[in-house]
C-alpha cells in the first residue's frame, strides 16, 4: 500500500514539475534567456532553484532517515525497515529528478560529472533493489 501511494505521488509530482515548464524545457538552449519563463524555470529562477533546493534536501533526508533507522537502535522499533526503504528510494529518486529539473537539462562541464555520479548511484539503487 505504501508503494503504490508513494509510487503515485513521484508519477504525479514529476508531472506537475514537468508540466509546469515544458514549454521553458522544449525551448532550444540559445533562446530560453528570451523567454517569458526564463526567471522562473533557469537554474537560477525561483522556481527552477526551488527544484534544486527541494531535490538535495530529499535526497540528504533520504539517505540520512534510512541510515539513522538501519543504526541507530533507539530507532529500532520505530515502523517497519521495508517501509523506511520505501520511503528512501521514494525520496532519492525523486530528488535527483528535481534536480534534473533545476539543471533545465543543461548539463555540461564540471557539474556534469557530479550530476552523471548521481546518475549511477540512482541506477546502481534500482539494480540493486530490484534485479
Do not use: N
Request: glycine share 10%; aromatic share 12%.
Amino acid at each position: 500500500m505504501l508503494r503504490a501511494t508513494l509510487m503515485g505521488i513521484w508519477i504525479v509530482s514529476a508531472a506537475v514539475a514537468t508540466a509546469a515548464g515544458l514549454d521553458y524545457y522544449a525551448t532550444p538552449l540559445q533562446d530560453r534567456p528570451f523567454t517569458e519563463a526564463h526567471d522562473l524555470f533557469a537554474s537560477s529562477g525561483l522556481v527552477g532553484h526551488g527544484y534544486g533546493v527541494l531535490g538535495s534536501a530529499f535526497m540528504a533526508f533520504g539517505v540520512v532517515m534510512y541510515s539513522a533507522r538501519k543504526r541507530l537502535s533507539l530507532l529500532a522499533k520505530a515502523g517497519r525497515l521495508k517501509h523506511w526503504l520505501q520511503t528512501h528510494i521514494f525520496l532519492c529518486t525523486l530528488g535527483p529528478f528535481l534536480v534534473l529539473l533545476h539543471s533545465a537539462f543543461k548539463i555540461r562541464g564540471l557539474v556534469a560529472i557530479s550530476f552523471w555520479s548521481m546518475v549511477l548511484v540512482v541506477a546502481s539503487g534500482v539494480f540493486g533493489r530490484y534485479i
